[in-house]
Every structure is written in structure tokens, then in C-alpha cells.
């Protein structure tokens, strides 16, 4: 799409506008900053499906009583080094912020935390949480049961499976190295970008569940069924993360995940999962940094296939896509500020423009 | 290939076979007994690549003295749920499976426990870690650094990451549901049963690093490159598993991976980890495996998309496998018979014939 299609809006001003639109639809003023915060960094880190693109559809939810405004978060610890945490219905971002601050100091005690979380809600891009232990010289390791199910398992077309995302973090001396990855060939907030966007998405995305035939049209996407990534592996990968993220912790999985681009009211019981490993129990935090940037180099400097320009690590576009956007701002698509100009309205809160 | 070519052998025989093998290299009898049970389980469960497989080459790097035959292995906690294991070089299964049994018991206490491996060698299939802790009541997570480094990371063609495997089990009311794969397209193992079988590779597992051409001719897969799973996504994957079972551990990783398969003398110092989680500290059990249970079912009962006859899901070639072999033995190649009837006459052993 050509960049007349998009507006760079300074990450200032969508912080502000969604921290605005959270308070004026009810949520505690610090809940709001968290969520604006979060979903900022998806915005800035190039997860566009995951930022404000998602506000219209949170605020929505909130409007309709789907989400809880004033959740009682609470935390069990089961184990030493495990606890289940129970969202109470508040969004996401604030429920699995909680968890990961929880494994985290956890870890600290007993070296490895297993943190596990039911009636939560959809928190925006896996990274996001697995940086977080990565910022505290861990390991991160999180994985999620998706809002909606666009896969089936292998073969079948029975909508049962969804993109179920896995993250990774480890430190490194250039700053956390994030894998972040849907176990779809692709994550479903793109697809979402493509329809908004009017893009046509390449074969091999979605096929008609009747005839296997390619669908590329993304806003008929719905007709049919989103492929795993590397074929039977992402789907049984997608199948073992929902178990772990979502059955283990008593969330929703499989036939019990509500769609919540279709329902705004029922309760999703999203279930996710950290795990943060404290690196210093098994050797010297710099000597881990400096060997993770040794081998990074060698693979950076590796020899290319005929047609590759640059060798491109896990985060590079990440890390790239945030200076860029934090000095030229985040580009958002024209029928996107016309939904955010609408609620602004709504809201009775200062639009983008004024901000 | 035809059965012509496979000569079904009992599991019995194949296991005397290599306990005795072991046993006539200088392995104490008990860890003769511990690497010929998990070699079998591989050849039960269909890891053709992982067990009987594997003898000649682990008998060769026994005689040239690349094994330690008497392994001081050394468990270190560094923390109340964490600890890491010094191999002392000793055979991977050996060492893999003391490190498995003290995180199901390390788990047993703090709910989770992380276990990583150094110093460790080629354990056999990843399988068999994840179902150990699953055959507990537990979550089982593995990975591994492999033995030789068949894939570039994503558009570079030098050789700087293995297939390393990921593994995931859990107990299901059926038994431990598995899943087992290399983050390359297709397992080495594999590779090396289509060489040894004169089998033609399928397009997109193999291309020649300089021209990006195809390769399907299996016993010139070392002229070119494997591909990820997924593209880019199971370059990544391999990366941070290799991250964080290898650098993490001071085992080796990149550049500093010793390819098994072309020497014989050098330690490998192979890193593995092992994740188990207590299911009861999260729900009961028996809940867990009930839910578990009415997903699986659900999925079963998919649609199927046009050609597609049966849902399979991961570890159903496992345990049908292990059904079959139990009963009608493990199918070997002649090629393969004809190397371990070779190596009964160099040890001195009753070759397989005769068991």
C-alpha cells in the first residue's frame, strides 16, 4: 500500500487518545495508562494489529459489559514457583501485566516461575511479554490461547484451533532478542490489517474449507480457514500451547473459545501463560549477553541465498520499526483515524488531530 | 519403499542387541540397560532415525574414545526450582534421563522445575524427554541443541543452526499426547533413513546454498542446506531453543557445534533443557486429562478438508507405531542389518539373528 494511505500520528498523541478513551469508558485512571502503554509499544514495535488499531473493538467491548472495569485480580500461589492467576474479566493488558511482574519476582526466589492466568482477556502482541523477564536479565517464554478460532487441526476444517502465538525473549547487548511468532502462517491481526487496507493476501493464507482452493481477498477471509505454519507442526504446536495456556489454567480452549470479534458481551476466559528463568542461576548475565552478541555477529555476517540483501534476525524489525516511528511517528490507515475521529466523538474526548 | 527392503525384527532382539553392544564397549551394565530401553522406545514409537538406527555410529564414537564411558554426572541447583547438570560427557541418554527424573522431582517440590544440560551428547528423540514427565502427571517441555549444523538462519546459507527439536507432552486420558519436531522441515534423522534406504527427498527440504536450486537426492543432502519449518519462523525458533538449551547451559551453540556425524573424538558438549510442570498444583489431574480428552475428541470429529481421510493428531503415529512394532517387531532396513551384523562380528556379540 503506498505510503499516501497513511498518516503518521506522533506515538505522543495515540498514547494520550487511548489512555483518554479507556478513562472515559470507565476504567481507573492507572489501568488506562497501563493499557495505553502497552498498546502503545505494539504500535511503536510494528505489531499493528495489536495497538490502537484494536481500541474501536476494546472500547466496544467495554461499552457492552464484556470486559470488567474494576477487576479484583487475584493470584494463587499453587507451588513455590508456580501461581494460577485469575483476571476477573479485566483486560488483558492489565491482567497479564500483573502475571508477568509476578513471575519475575517470583523467579527471583526460585530461579525458574511458572505463571499460568484464566479469565483474562486478549493483551495485545505475545512480545510484549516475553520482553518483560528479558528486561530483567531472564529468559521469557509465553504463549496464549487467541481470541478466535481461524484454524482447524490438520486436515480438518472444523474451526477448533486458534493462532495460538508463542513469544521468546533473552537478553542480549543490543537489548532483548523477541521471537514472536503465531502458529498460523500468519497472525490473524494482519489479516485484519489487509482488510482494513484493502491488500490482497498471498496464496497459501486461507483456503475454502469445501474445496482447498486459495481465498487472497482479506475481507473474505471469514469464509474459509487460516493455514498453520509449517503445515501439521503449527497446527499441533497451536493444539500443545492451548492445552498448556488454556485447559491447565481452567480457560476457555478448542469449542469453548469465545470469538470476540463477533460476541462483545460473553466473557472470553482467555487463558496465557509466562515462564521467566532467572538467567544469573546458571551462569554470569554478561557472559550470556556477550555469547548470545558473539553468535548473533556470525550470523549476521553468514553468506546469503541468490536474491537476499540482508540476513534479518528475530526483533530486527521490532527494534528498527520503534526508532523509526518513535522520531516520525506511528503510520495508522485513513479509514482507521476516520473510526478514531468517530469514537473521539462518541467518547466526547480530544480527537488525534487536536492532540 | 517397499517391504521387501524392511526385515521385521522383535524389539527384544533389538534391544539385547544393543545393551550387549554396550556392554562389550565398556559401558557399565545398567547404562547399557538405560541407552537399549530409550533406543527401543525410538524404534517402537516410529523415531526411525533415533534408535537401532544409531548404533554403529554411537559403537565408533565409543571405540575412539569421543564418549566418557564412566561419566561423574553432576547436578547442580542453582536455585530452589532450577538446576543444571554436567554430563561429564557421558552418552546423551543417560545423562538426559537423570536430568529429566530430577526435574519431575525438583517439580514434585516447587511446582515447576527447569533443568538445564551441558556437557551432554545426542540423546535420541526429543519425544522421550516430554513424555517422561507427562507419564508423571506433569507438563513435559524439551529441547535440544542437534548434533551438527544442517540449517542456515533465515536467507543465509552458512551453516550456524541444527533442527533443534522442541518436544511438549501431556497427560491425556489415552495416555501422554506428544509432540515431537525439529524446527528444520523435516528431522535429520529422517534425512539420513531416506539416504540409507535410497529414497528421493520431496522438493523444499534441501537447496543447493549457491544457486538456491532444489536438492532431492538424499545422499547429496550434504551439498546444500535444510530448510526451516514455516520459513522464517522455524529459523527463529531454532535460534532461541538454541539460545536458551545451549548458552544458557555453557553448551555449545553456532560456530562451536561439533557435526557428530564427521568426528568421532571430539566432545560435543551438547545442551539440552527440560521444563516439567505439576498439572495439580494448577487443577486435579483427573480434570485436566477429562478436558483433555473432550478436546482431543472435538477434533477427531472434524470435517476434513477434500482428500483428506482421517484426523490425525500429534504422537497418533507414535502410538500406533508402538502397537504394531510391540507386536510385529521393528522394521530395518538390509542395509541396516548388514552394517549390525558387521559390528556383532567386531564385538564379539550374538548378532541379531541369533536373539
Known amino acids: 500500500m503506498s505510503g499516501a494511505d497513511l498518516v ?41 494489529g495489536h495497538g490502537i488499531f484494536r481500541l474501536p ?16 485480580i487475584k493470584i494463587t500461589r499453587g507451588a513455590p514457583a508456580t501461581a494460577l492467576v485469575d483476571g476477573d474479566n479485566g483486560m488483558g493488558h492489565l491482567v497479564m501485566s500483573r502475571a508477568t511482574n509476578e513471575a519475575i519476582a517470583m523467579a527471583q526466589e526460585t ?39 481461524h484454524m482447524g487441526t490438520w486436515g480438518g476444517t472444523d474451526l477448533l484451533l486458534g493462532t495460538n502465538p508463542l513469544a521468546i525473549g533473552v537478553p542480549s547487548g543490543e537489548g532483548p532478542l523477541i521471537l514472536d511468532i503465531a502458529t498460523s502462517i500468519v497472525a490473524y491481526g494482519t489479516v ?6 484493502g491488500l490482497e493476501m498471498p496464496k497459501g493464507w486461507f483456503v ?18 487460516l493455514l498453520p ?28 473459545v469465545v470469538d470476540f470479534n463477533a460476541d462483545d458481551n460473553s466473557e472470553t476466559n482467555t487463558g496465557h501463560f509466562i515462564v521467566a528463568v532467572d538467567i544469573a542461576r546458571f551462569l554470569p548475565l554478561e557472559t550470556f549477553k556477550s555469547e548470545v552478541d558473539r553468535h548473533l555477529r556470525d550470523l549476521r555476517a553468514s553468506q ?4 537476499v540483501d540482508e540476513i534479518r534476525l528475530p526483533g530486527d524489525r521490532r527494534a528498527e520499526c520503534r526508532a523509526e516511528r518513535a522520531r516520525d511517528g506511528v503510520p495508522l490507515a485513513r479509514p482507521l483515524l476516520v473510526l478514531l475521529d468517530k469514537l473521539a466523538d462518541e467518547l466526547k474526548i480530544k480527537p488525534l488531530a487536536e492532540r
Open 8 to 48: 503518521n500520528v506522533p506515538a505522543r498523541a495515540t498514547r494520550a487518545l487511548i489512555r483518554d478513551a479507556f478513562v472515559a469508558s470507565g476504567l481507573p485512571e492507572a489501568d488506562a495508562e497501563t493499557c495505553a502503554e502497552l498498546m502503545t509499544e505494539a504500535d511503536l514495535t510494528g505489531a499493528d
Open 57 to 72: 473493538q476494546y472500547i466496544r467491548r467495554l461499552k457492552a459489559g464484556g470486559f470488567n472495569k474494576l477487576p479484583n
Open 111 to 149: 530461579g525458574v516461575a511458572w505463571v499460568g492466568v484464566r479469565r483474562s482477556n486478549h493483551a495485545g502482541p505475545a512480545g510484549l511479554y516475553a520482553e518483560m523477564p528479558a528486561q530483567h536479565g531472564m529468559v521469557g517464554l509465553y504463549a496464549a490461547v487467541a481470541n478466535a478460532n
Open 192 to 197: 485484519k490489517k489487509y482488510a482494513q487496507r
Open 208 to 225: 475454502n474449507a469445501e474445496t482447498g482452493a486459495p481465498i487472497t481477498d482479506a475481507n473474505r477471509s471469514h469464509e474459509g480457514l
Open 229 to 256: 505454519m509449517g503445515e501439521y507442526k503449527g497446527a499441533g504446536l497451536a493444539l500443545m500451547l492451548g492445552l498448556v495456556a488454556g485447559v491447565l489454567n481452567g480457560a476457555a480452549f478448542g469449542r469453548d
Open 304 to 307: 546469503r541465498l541468490p536474491g
